[in-house]
T-cell receptor, first 113, second 112 residues
Framework: ETGVTQSPTHLIKTRGQQVTLRCSSQ?????VSWYQQALGQGPQFIFQ???????GRGNFPPRFSGLQFPNYSSELNVNALELDDSALYLC????????????FGSGTRLTVV | SQQGEEDPQALSIQEGENATMNCSYK?????LQWYRQNSGRGLVHLIL?????REKHSGRLRVTLDTSKKSSSLLITASRAADTASYFC????????????FGTGTKLQVIP
């Protein structure tokens, strides 16, 4: 059984640029959720994908978008980066039909300068 | 927005002592989960308690849930230096999809 892997681990981007973060879900999991965690804060829910469809979204603007692929891997895209987008981005996979909690990846640390 | 609020925000104890963290939440839930996070990396799932359960144990962890008070507590017994981490409670809503909302966290330091 594989865990959740995220890439890259660290990234530095310039304000206004676009970024794509990637996540490979745990084997057998059909749901992926993305979170943003600012320093010293709890993770904030961005959105969730289930079977390639977005089925829930937090209070984030449309420039945050995502994809889930047939193999349940996922991408988070952020356009027009702002300084406040600097954070740890966490991907979590789960099985919608069973409430056993999330399996998290180690995260991508994004710094916007 | 955060659903849960942990209390205390920070806790420092000696190795071997027990650590208790509390969590309060605002809306009805399907289940409540506790996670640990080391040094700002990924979160590790510790334990899940469903809304119809009152207490659950896992190794040195004991979790209680009081849905009438919308609160939960996490007890770590016989703490170790390796327990030093941030601990978050997270609630799963009762709605159509399982949105899990995290609290603000308790930073635990266990002094050897």
């Amino acid at each position: 059984e594989t865990g959740v892997t995220q890439s890259p681990t660290h990234l530095i981007k310039t304000r206004g640029q676009q970024v794509t973060l990637r996540c490979s879900s745990q084997s057998g999991h059909n749901t992926v959720s993305w979170y943003q965690q600012a320093l010293g804060q709890g993770p904030q829910f961005i959105f969730q994908y289930y079977r390639e469809e977005e089925n829930g979204r937090g209070n984030f603007p449309p420039r945050f978008s995502g994809l889930q692929f047939p193999n349940y891997s996922s991408e988070l895209n952020v356009n027009a980066l702002e300084l406040d987008d600097s954070a740890l981005y966490l991907c979590a996979s789960s099985t919608r039909e069973r409430s056993y909690g999330y399996t998290f990846g180690s995260g991508t640390r994004l710094t916007v300068v | 927005s955060q659903q849960g609020e942990e209390d205390p925000q920070a806790l420092s104890i000696q190795e071997g002592e027990n650590a208790t963290m509390n969590c309060s939440y605002k809306t009805s839930i399907n289940n409540l989960q506790w996670y640990r996070q080391n040094s700002g990396r990924g979160l590790v799932h510790l334990i899940l308690i469903r809304s119809n359960e009152r207490e659950k144990h896992s190794g040195r962890l004991r979790v209680t849930l009081d849905t009438s008070k919308k609160s939960s507590s996490l007890l770590i017994t016989a703490s170790r230096a390796a327990d030093t981490a941030s601990y978050f409670c997270a609630t799963s809503n009762s709605g159509g999809y399982q949105k899990v909302t995290f609290g603000t966290g308790t930073k635990l330091q266990v002094i050897p």
